[in-house]
């Protein structure tokens, strides 16, 4: 059985996963972010179970809140990072739009359906 001071263990490691992550944001590593995030959730998951069980106490719940605290924060940061990386892909996305829409218009052995598209 899990001890209070196993579950604040449990939110150090949280934290500690959360730097990793924010880490693969920043160097635009998505793939080992998005693993990282797996292994994050199931060990959420681990804690919040154990939690509901022991619940949390006195200085215990200070220094959970401070973790807590910290854990945003660092989600905020990915959050943002994600955010432009979106962006980014959203206008090379439009950028290759423009680039087939532009080599349709000049190939005319290439008939444009209704849709846009070749047919």
Known sequence: MASQSQVIDSYQHLLRQSQRMLEF????DWSSLVLEKSRYLVELENVTQCERRLGVEGGDRARRACLLEQILELEAEIRSCLLARRDELGRLIG???RQLELGRAYRSDVPVGPDGGGM
């Not at 944001?25 to 635009?28: C, K, M």
């Open 25 to 28: 944001a920043r160097q635009g």
């Open 95 to 97: 950028v290759s739009r």
